[in-house]
Structure formats: structure tokens, C-alpha cells
């Protein structure tokens, strides 16, 4: 029962701790049933064993968000200035048509994805060392910097540098930032690198050795997602009598 507790409370994302006091002192069981005043969607203060769902709900609106603790330690390991972390969010998880790509991007973006530092943290790897490098296998390494996985990243550079007929070198911050979020020009070029950076993780994951090969899967389903999206719009847009 206490691993079950530890496992839960382990679970909970970094931003919601602010909010246990919720857990603790309304959620909990009362035993006593001791008299606990808390303000409910009126503003008034009544005892937590009478709130309703909607005197919850007030409850946990309500709370000052906490900033996020991950563009900070990026913008650290990356020795650059705070970024725009509305824009990143927005475009890497929450407008991301493709949801296992949402959803990686996530834990990307909070370093979670399992490389073998991480493992190691979570006592399911011996060592943290990666086992081709032999150097410390961190999100950059496992994802951009290792033997493996480096021709792909600069023959993919290259092929861009040839669309846009520039000099475009990508480099780690690229992956987690962006390339130029804010500018409409680029947007094909970051979800080129989503999609990239997602095959590039599924393929060390799954110790596939043709990244290409991922990535032209990925890019064709994605087109054919896009276009169902479009025949839909269309569709309710008959229906509402549109033109």
C-alpha cells in the first residue's frame, strides 16, 4: 500500500504540488469529521464536509498558476535567454494534429523520455553510460548527439539547407525550441523537425537502423491526417449551409 502511495504521489506533475494543500485538506478523508471552513463558489466560507462539485472545481481555478520549472532549465543547458514558452507549448503539444506526437513532445519537453541517464535515475538501467558512445546518455545525446543517430541529423541539414536555399545548421536548441517559432516561413521546417526528432526516438527505441524510412511513414500519415481534417471541415460547413 505505501509503494501504491509513493507511485501516486511520484505521478503527480511538477506544477500540480502547489496545489496538495487541496489533497491534504479537502480531499482527505475526515475522520473527525472536525469543522474545516473553506470558501466555496460563492465566496463564502462553509465546511469542506458540505462542498459540492462546484465548490471544488471554484477551489481549483482559482490557484495561482505556477510557471513552468522546463523552459528555465533548458534556457540553462542551452546557455540561452528565456524563450517564448507559450509559443513553444502551443506549437509542439498543444496544436500538434498527431497525438503521439503531442504527447512525446511532452515528455521531451520535461526530460522524461527514457534514455539511459533517466533509466539509471529510475533504477532500471546498471549504468548511465550509452552502450555505443560509452559517454553519459543524456535527452541530447540519446536524441541528437550519438554515432547512431548523427548522419541522419546532418543529411537531413543538408536537404534543408537545399529547399530553402540557405545555411541553416541545426543545432540541440533547434530540437527543443524551435527554429524561428514566431515566423510563419519556418513552421514546414518545425514540424519537418518534430516528425524527424519523434522517427529518431522510435527508431532507438526500437533499434530500427532506417530513420528515412520512419520519417517518409510518419510525413505520409500526417498528409492523411491533414486532408481527413479538411474533407470534416468541409463537410460541416455543407451541413451549416456554408459556402
Known sequence: ???????????????WRSCMWLA???????????QILRRDHTGKYKDINKFT???FYWNVVRKKVVNSYAPMIWARRCNIEFRNWFLI???????????????????????????????????????????TCKCIDDCMHFLFDCSVVVHFWRKLNYLINLIYKANIKFVWKHVIFGYMLDCNKFEPLNVLLIVAT??????????????WRLL???????????KDKTIEAKKK????GDK
Do not use: G, S
Open 24 to 34: 491534504k485538506n479537502v480531499l482527505c478523508l475526515n475522520r473527525d469529521r472536525k
Open 1 to 15: 500500500m505505501d509503494h501504491a502511495i509513493f507511485l501516486l504521489k511520484n505521478a503527480i506533475p511538477y506544477e
Open 198 to 211: 519523434f522517427c529518431v526516438y522510435k527508431a532507438r527505441i526500437i533499434k530500427e537502423t532506417n530513420i
Open 237 to 240: 460547413m455543407y451541413v451549416n
Open 89 to 131: 507549448w502551443n506549437f509542439k503539444v498543444k496544436n500538434t494534429i498527431v497525438k503521439k506526437m503531442a504527447q512525446f513532445n511532452y515528455y521531451l519537453l520535461y526530460d522524461k523520455i527514457p534514455h539511459r541517464l533517466n533509466l539509471w535515475k529510475w533504477k532500471k538501467a546498471e549504468y548511465p553510460e550509452c552502450e
Open 216 to 226: 517518409i511513414e510518419e510525413l505520409t500519415c500526417i498528409n492523411i491526417i491533414k
Open 53 to 55: 462539485c462546484k465548490d
